[in-house]
C-alpha cells in the first residue's frame, strides 16, 4: 500500500490526560471533517468517547462485542453525518468501510508496524490526500521508530501552541535508531561482504599464480 498520499504527524503527549486534550483540540480543527480514532484497548472506547463529550465533541465508537444492529447504527451516524468521529480498537474495525476518511488518528500506537499501514489506509483513498495523526508518550518512542522504518516515510514531530509538553520528547535521532534486530543483520551483512571480497581476491591470485608480470 502506498502511503505517499498521506501526510503522517505525531505529538509529544505527557500523559493519558495531555494526550485526550490534544485530540480533542485536533478534532475541534477545520480541515478534521470524518475520522476514526483508534485505541488499542476496549476498555478505553467508551472513557474516551466520554472524554471528548465533555469538550463538546459527540464520537461515535464500535467495541468487539456489539451487537450487530448496534454496530450497524454506529456506522451510519458517521455516514450520515450526524457524528464525524469514530473511535474503535482494531478488532472493532475489520470489515468498516467508510468513505471520505479525512483523518486517521492514532491515539494509541498499533502494537505493530503492518496494523499502523493498514490503520492509516483507511485516510487518502480513491486519489484523495489524508492525514493520519499519532499521539505519542515517551514510552512509545521506540515502536514509532520501528514504524517509521518499516514504512520508509518520514513522521513529522508537530505541537500545539497552547498545550505544549512539559516532558521533552527524545530526540528523533534516538528515538528512530535501527533496532538490535536491524544493527545484527547490517553487521553479518558486513561479514559476508568482506568474506566474498577476500575470496574474490584468493581466487584472483591463484588465477595470476605462474604467470609472467
Known amino acids: 500500500?502506498?502511503?505517499?498520499?498521506?501526510?503522517?504527524?505525531?505529538?509529544?503527549?505527557?500523559?493519558?490526560?495531555?494526550?485526550?486534550?490534544?485530540?480533542?483540540?485536533?478534532?475541534?480543527?477545520?480541515?478534521?471533517?470524518?475520522?476514526?480514532?483508534?485505541?488499542?484497548?476496549?476498555?478505553?472506547?467508551?472513557?474516551?468517547?466520554?472524554?471528548?463529550?465533555?469538550?463538546?465533541?459527540?464520537?461515535?465508537?464500535?467495541?468487539?462485542?456489539?451487537?450487530?444492529?448496534?454496530?450497524?447504527?454506529?456506522?451510519?451516524?458517521?455516514?450520515?453525518?450526524?457524528?464525524?468521529?469514530?473511535?474503535?480498537?482494531?478488532?472493532?474495525?475489520?470489515?468498516?468501510?467508510?468513505?471520505?476518511?479525512?483523518?486517521?488518528?492514532?491515539?494509541?500506537?498499533?502494537?505493530?508496524?503492518?496494523?499502523?499501514?493498514?490503520?492509516?489506509?483507511r485516510t487518502g483513498r480513491a486519489g484523495r490526500k489524508g492525514t493520519a495523526i499519532s499521539l505519542v508518550e515517551a514510552h512509545d518512542y521506540p515502536l514509532l521508530g520501528k514504524i517509521s522504518r518499516y514504512i520508509q516515510e518520514p513522521i513529522k514531530y508537530r505541537v500545539v501552541a497552547q498545550l505544549r509538553p512539559v516532558t521533552k520528547a527524545p530526540s528523533q535521532k534516538a528515538s528512530f535508531k535501527p533496532s538490535k534486530k536491524v544493527l545484527a543483520k547490517r553487521k553479518a551483512k558486513k561479514v559476508e561482504e568482506k568474506k566474498n571480497v577476500k575470496e574474490k581476491v584468493r581466487a584472483r591470485d591463484r588465477k595470476n599464480i605462474g604467470k609472467t608480470p
Open 1 to 121: 500500500m502506498s502511503v505517499k498520499k498521506i501526510q503522517q504527524f505525531y505529538y509529544h503527549a505527557d500523559n493519558l490526560d495531555h494526550k485526550t486534550a490534544l485530540l480533542a483540540h485536533l478534532l475541534k480543527q477545520e480541515e478534521v471533517k470524518k475520522s476514526i480514532v483508534f485505541v488499542r484497548k476496549r476498555e478505553r472506547v467508551r472513557e474516551l468517547a466520554a472524554a471528548l463529550e465533555k469538550q463538546g465533541i459527540k464520537a461515535s465508537y464500535l467495541e468487539g462485542e456489539m451487537a450487530q444492529t448496534q454496530r450497524n447504527e454506529a456506522i451510519k451516524r458517521v455516514e450520515s453525518g450526524k457524528m464525524h468521529v469514530l473511535i474503535a480498537t482494531d478488532v472493532a474495525s475489520r470489515g468498516l468501510d467508510l468513505e471520505d476518511i479525512t483523518h486517521v488518528f492514532n491515539f494509541d500506537l498499533p502494537r505493530t508496524a503492518d496494523v499502523y499501514l493498514h490503520r492509516i489506509g
